[in-house]
């Protein structure tokens, strides 16, 4: 389902997120924008963008890359003079190394897990670098929606996605040392991978 959203439904992404989780959608991805620091900041899978104007603040470059042609168009719509687009691959990203301060994923698609982006995250990231990985979210205070979002969770993404007990192996690298936190948001938490590049 994912996939399909993903190539063919960008009109319908972000709406359909924000009212299948009852809101939490946008905290949960949201949690990764005080997390990253220094100029530039790659969003590896930015699909719509939503998230590019938050982490340029006006004030340093964002740069949004996604395979998608879809997502890119919608994502031009949030265009501002302090972000970019570019069409990528996250296994071979065109960038030089050591040249982003931190890149951060949200929700990303299985390619986060291939060993090639992870090698390619520790080569364009700066020493002291951050990686945030928002994996996953989880809905505590409203007990009625934790099953429908959890099945919601799996129909989006399917079965091979990052979690705590083999999401750390899985995003372990050794230039990108990290830990998995559980950052609260207004009605649960956003699980969320931590790691700077030594």
């Given amino acids: 389902m994912f996939n399909q959203l993903y190539r063919h439904g960008r009109w319908l992404y972000d709406p359909l997120a924000s009212v299948v989780f009852g809101g939490e959608w946008e905290r949960w991805r949201r ?19 939503a ?17 998608s042609p879809s997502m890119l168009a919608a994502a031009r719509k949030r265009r501002t003079p302090q972000t970019a687009l570019i069409r990528g691959d996250a296994r071979n990203l065109p960038f030089a190394d050591q040249s ?8 990303p698609a299985p390619y986060i897990l291939d060993r090639r982006t992870l090698d390619e995250v520790a080569r364009i990231l700066r020493p002291g670098g951050a990686f945030v990985v928002v994996a996953s979210g989880q809905i505590e205070r409203w007990t009625a929606v934790r099953t429908p979002v959890r099945i919601a969770l799996a129909l989006f993404y399917g079965r091979k996605r990052p ?36």
């Fill in 31 to 49: 949690v990764a924008v005080p997390l990253v620091y220094g100029d530039p900041v790659l969003d590896l899978g930015c699909g719509t963008g």
């Fill in 51 to 67: 998230l590019l104007p938050l982490l340029s603040g006006g004030r340093r470059l964002a740069v949004g890359l996604d395979y």
């Fill in 163 to 198: 979690a705590p007990a083999t999401g750390g192996r899985m995003l372990a690298h050794p230039s990108l040392p990290g830990d998995w936190r559980e950052i609260p948001t207004r009605n649960g938490f956003a699980l969320t991978w931590v790691a700077h590049r030594v």
């Fill in 100 to 107: 982003f301060g931190s890149v951060i994923a949200t929700f």
